[in-house]
């Protein structure tokens, strides 16, 4: 098992998958409050940061 430092930028795993999603579900509220809306209730979604997980294409600070 891989360890990792704080500060550190890793690619995202499945096992991360719930808190990628209360992340984005956090930012998409704060950017609703804001009247911003580039994110809906569709997109992003979970399968999608599930098949940017499996591209290897998502990664997360730690």
């Known amino acids: 098992m891989q360890q990792f430092k ?12 719930n808190e ?11 950017l609703f ?3 911003i809306l580039q994110w809906d209730e ?3 979604n ?3 940061f599930k098949e940017c997980i499996n591209r290897q294409d ?3 600070y730690l």
Not at 6 to 17: E, F, L, Q, R, T
Not at 20 to 30: D, H, K, P
């Open 58 to 60: 998502l990664y997360v």
């Open 42 to 44: 569709q997109y992003p």
């Open 6 to 17: 704080m500060d550190d930028i890793v690619k995202a795993k499945h096992s991360m998958i």
């Open 33 to 35: 409050e804001n009247d």
């Open 20 to 30: 990628i999603n209360n992340l984005y579900l956090a930012c998409r509220e704060r």
């Open 46 to 48: 979970v399968d999608y």
